[in-house]
């Protein structure tokens, strides 16, 4: 959050300079405007750029604190699902090193039943990390697709921020 103040107060002017020289930001600028609580939310599901950077960029539009907020809210399902592997790593790991105890005594027919629950336990966990993590990265792929898909909307390719020297300026060095 404090990222978002120091772009919106801190570098308001030196931003404000930049895109009067370069339509692709004044585009975005205008994107964030008008569609801030999407394109934030996208922002945040996408690795585009890193969160305190995005924070600072984002501060520095006219996307709404409102808009901002309720956006960041979308962090919680990569963070909720990178905590998940986490901690499905954490006791696969221990499940794999502990000593096997517990078996003194036992019938041959219970160290098979406890040898199938591990296994079908370590099984469903790599099952539930692996579907975990291939949601998370289409997720971001959608993401990303669509992110990518409101800028150039934003930004036509007749525009004249293509015309410039590699679609940046104007034209100005």
């Not at 801030?36 to 305190?52: A, C, E, N, Q």
């Not at 539009?61 to 809210?73: Q, Y």
């Not at 790593?89 to 027919?109: F, I, K, M, R, V």
């Not at 990518?148 to 934003?154: D, G, K, R, T």
């Amino acid at each position: 959050q404090a990222g978002f103040f120091l772009g919106r107060h801190t570098f308001a002017d030196a931003m404000a300079r930049i895109k009067a020289r370069n339509h692709t930001l004044r585009a975005i600028d205008r994107a964030i405007e008008t569609q801030g609580l999407k394109l934030v939310t996208l922002f945040r599901l996408s690795p585009v750029l890193p969160f305190t950077l995005s924070n600072y960029a984002i501060g520095a539009t006219k996307c709404s604190w409102g808009d901002f907020t309720i956006a960041n809210l979308a962090i919680v399902p990569n963070t909720v699902a990178y905590t998940y592997i986490g901690a499905v790593s954490a006791l696969l790991l221990d499940d794999a090193t502990a000593p096997h105890t517990g078996t003194e005594g036992a019938s041959d027919e219970e160290i098979d039943m406890r040898r199938h629950a591990r296994m079908l336990r370590v099984g469903g966990s790599v099952v539930g990390c692996v579907a975990t993590l291939l949601s998370v990265l289409l997720l971001s792929w959608y993401a990303k697709k669509a992110l990518q898909q409101i800028l150039a909307e934003a930004n036509p390719p007749s525009s004249p921020a293509f015309q410039g020297a590699k679609g940046d300026t104007d034209g100005q060095p």
